[in-house]
């Protein structure tokens, strides 16, 4: 009986000597994904918490396996984040780390102590080994997401190749936003020109709108032809470089739509570092003075890059 006390007493003594040596007093907790995408994009994604609900691994948005996460602020590229379970606060950390331009990875890390009390070191190291699974859970459903750039931008972009590089333009300044009625007005002149001067036209109308300053406009208006046409006062001829690359989306909606499109367009044009030889313009693939409902608008967006 006695050797079976003592060889449980070693037994005893055997783990606790091994949660002190093998459990430090602080565990650092690390998890980190690759994601295919830019720190720009995915910090704009992070930065609206509004957004976090997409890509959530589980409902309710910011609970996950009976813990809750909240948002404590976030700075540069870097998010600071408490982890909640029952009166417990834990504090730690999401980085995002640039490699290239359109590759990076998001860090998540923070520290647990453990205690002097070996049963609550034990303890959480097990709590340890459960957060640090929860956070790579976390952190794959944001990389599936995050890697969808229309996720990102709410539009999809597509890299081709200029077709129409010679134009003919007009522009006209304004101390309001021009509407598709003055727009329309300036399209029509350009079709009297061409069809003036017996020309082709290959593509529907281009339109660049740009503030001059907090009243001021100026319109271009631009129609793709089969061959360069004289200038004048009103009518200037114009090139795009043939076969040069350039971004296309095309969207279906009004004003409001186009604008925000184009928003995203410049945020994906700046993420991914692409300069630009000339302004972007929109395609108007709709007569927008034939159809009143804006729902059904036709435009495809273009910005050309190197």
């Known amino acids: 009986m006695k050797k079976v006390i003592f060889g449980l007493g070693l037994i005893i003594v055997f783990l606790v000597v091994s949660i002190y040596l093998f459990i430090p007093a602080k565990i650092k907790i690390y998890e980190s994904v690759p994601v295919k995408g830019t720190v720009a ?22 609970h996950y396996d009976g813990r809750s996460y ?67 859970t976390i952190l794959i459903s944001l990389k599936k997401f995050a890697e969808v750039p229309e996720n990102i931008y709410g539009i999809v972009v597509r890299k081709t190749i200029v077709q129409d590089s010679v134009l003919i333009s ?30 082709v036209e290959k593509n529907f109308p281009m339109l660049n709108v740009s503030v001059i300053d907090s009243a001021d406009y100026q319109a271009m208006v ?28 095309q969207i279906q909606g009004g004003l409001y739509t ?6 995203e367009l410049e945020n994906y044009r700046d993420d991914y570092k692409h300069t630009s030889p000339a302004i972007p313009y929109q395609l108007l693939v709709t007569d927008r003075l034939k159809e009143p409902d804006t729902t059904k608008w036709i435009t495809k967006l273009y910005y050309p890059i190197f």
């Open 41 to 62: 994009g995915v910090s704009r994604l992070l930065s609206n918490d509004s957004s976090w609900h997409e890509w959530w691994p589980e409902e309710p948005t910011f």
């Open 70 to 136: 909240l948002i404590n602020g976030h700075f540069f590229n870097a998010f600071d984040l408490s982890v909640i379970e029952e009166k417990d606060s834990l504090d730690t950390r999401m980085n995002l780390v640039p490699y290239g331009d359109d590759s990076m990875s998001v860090d998540w890390s923070l520290e647990l102590f453990t205690g002097t009390n070996p049963f609550k070191r034990f303890s959480q190291y097990k709590r340890a080994k459960e957060i640090k699974k929860d956070l790579h």
């Open 170 to 199: 007009t522009r006209r300044s304004f101390d309001h936003k021009p509407g598709p009625q003055e727009i329309d007005v300036m399209i029509q002149k350009l079709k009297d020109y061409i069809k003036k001067n017996a020309a």
């Open 222 to 249: 631009a129609i793709p032809v089969d061959r360069e046409l004289p200038a004048t006062e009103e009518f200037a001829p114009k090139f795009l470089l043939k076969n040069g690359n350039i971004l296309e989306v």
């Open 258 to 263: 186009i604008e925000k499109a184009f928003t």
